[in-house]
């Protein structure tokens, strides 16, 4: 049987990458999240450590599932081609919508549960680049209603990823 | 406050079963594999509880966004309107494509976690309407990515609420 | 057939009222979590809507069962009745332990995916009697490991069953 | 900083073959639910290499926790242990319960949410094993409320392991 590397898929890696840059994230922006996440808990944690976390999680079919359909969607509604009341709801990021959470969740979930608190954590206060997307939405009729769900997705995966490698076993 | 049903959006009930019957799927079509899911429990089981139970899951909003996003992502993907690769994923139903069923989990977690068993099952065993829609992705180039496991996630969702109303105390 | 409250189980409530009582949390402690979590979005919320919504939650069987297993391990864990290494990662809320994240989860979900992100926070900033709790812990050799995030959850279950029905629709 | 395996706990691994053979459950038993669900789609799937990914499950620490929490919970039900009504609800493995399946969840999403598919149909058909831990439990008063889908939700996981790493990527 022909073997690819097990749940990553490299080729697809750099795609992912191009398509976050071009909806205004950089690999950067999330990695200081992460490192935001988890500095408090490792004295010696660095961005770097970060940023190869966050991106063996984009590695991750999984999350490049979730992280394609979701730009996919916000790009659909910035076109108005989605059809009514799907397209108000996306362009106005209506609160009671959780798609984009669950999106977030399958992402989160590939690093273990313990991820989840992160996401919930990071999804509401919006550090950094989160903030960034959240602004741009009211100010240029931008969507990022899955976007900005999938940045803190990937963040808490990375802290997790960092955690489960670097925490004492017990 | 202005109060809603909680949880219910009755309004949005008609679109979501007029959008349903577009793409091919009735109720009652839906309410067949919950009968078949529970029948064997309960004795007294009809086809038209299992119906109402249907319409009950069919109101919760929760349920009309994973509909509502599911049925935009097929009927996008059939018009061509996807940018690669999600395009060609979702046309050719591909088996490590894991956001069709984390769609549905919303819907089935929303009657608890019991029904991720008849959803698992049905999803493999594609009883009734989910084998018509099926068959009609092969031969006609209709993508029912994102439906097939809505419809299995509804049945199962309305198991789930059936067995709760009907089941004996412990 | 014989019709039972549909998911709701109303004869355990006063139970698990009173499990939650001799654990150290009142719903009222519960209701305040909720109340800091909508009074910034819904500017006529009261403290005993709130509660109302907590009681709604508790009256859940899915809830039921998760507060049940939740406060047994806890309980159990106090007693060392647990065998090795769960009785020490119990005892010493291990921080890659996700157990307690996804008993949780489930928990939340019955209020759909919006609930995700305020159990995160509330998971992770510990407001009110989850600070308490936190600290008993470490001071008196108790263990909340399970209770912690109950007690998070439900507050986050109820702050979407509140959002759900308050809140306007689209 | 010092490095473990990240996500994995090799140390914890016997430990853990250990205690799902006193269950009575091998690690073949398990890899042969997993041969069952992944050969009709891999010609040249052997038992053995279902037998790599069953361990390779097992390594993950996500997976172990949810199944000594599992394991733990049959065991003192069994023992008589838990307080009512839960001893009553885990002894006669009461069908409304979720907990058995949330937990079985955890370790089924760390392999992506494919696996979800394969986990509901085992645990609705129980082949192999399952079938007989479910019998055991009729006959001799033993309590597999938990093992059972933990088992399930083991070779589930496995066989997306399986997929992720054979199937042809698109």
């Given at each position: 049987m022909s073997e690819n590397?097990?749940?990553?898929?490299?080729?697809r890696y750099e795609l992912i990458v191009e398509r976050l840059k071009n909806r205004g994230v950089e690999l950067i922006d999330i990695a200081e999240i992460t490192y935001s996440l988890?500095?408090?808990?490792?004295?010696?944690?660095?961005?770097?450590?970060?940023?190869?976390?966050?991106?063996?999680?984009?590695k991750k079919r999984e999350a490049q599932h979730a992280i394609l359909v979701?730009?996919?969607?916000?790009?659909?509604?910035?076109?108005?081609?989605?059809?009514?009341?799907?397209?108000?709801?996306?362009?106005?990021?209506y609160g009671l919508f959780g798609v984009d959470e669950i999106l977030a969740l399958s992402i989160?979930?590939?690093?273990?549960?313990?991820?989840?608190?992160?996401f919930g954590y990071v999804d509401k206060n919006k550090p950094g680049i989160m903030?960034?997307?959240?602004?741009?939405?009211?100010?240029?009729?931008h969507c990022h209603t899955f976007l900005d769900d999938i940045v803190g997705a990937i963040a808490a995966a990375a802290a997790s990823s960092v955690a489960h490698k670097y925490a004492e076993s017990l």
């Amino acid at each position: 049987m022909s073997e690819n590397n097990q749940l990553y898929d490299e080729k697809r890696y750099e795609l992912i990458v191009e398509r976050l840059k071009n909806r205004g994230v950089e690999l950067i922006d999330i990695a200081e999240i992460t490192y935001s996440l988890q500095a408090p808990y490792l004295s010696n944690l660095t961005l770097e450590i970060c940023m190869e976390h966050v991106e063996r999680v984009i590695k991750k079919r999984e999350a490049q599932h979730a992280i394609l359909v979701g730009i996919e969607l916000d790009m659909l509604a910035e076109e108005g081609k989605i059809s009514e009341p799907l397209q108000t709801i996306l362009m106005k990021d209506y609160g009671l919508f959780g798609v984009d959470e669950i999106l977030a969740l399958s992402i989160v979930n590939v690093y273990g549960s313990i991820g989840l608190t992160n996401f919930g954590y990071v999804d509401k206060n919006k550090p950094g680049i989160m903030k960034k997307l959240d602004n741009k939405v009211s100010n240029d009729g931008h969507c990022h209603t899955f976007l900005d769900d999938i940045v803190g997705a990937i963040a808490a995966a990375a802290a997790s990823s960092v955690a489960h490698k670097y925490a004492e076993s017990l």
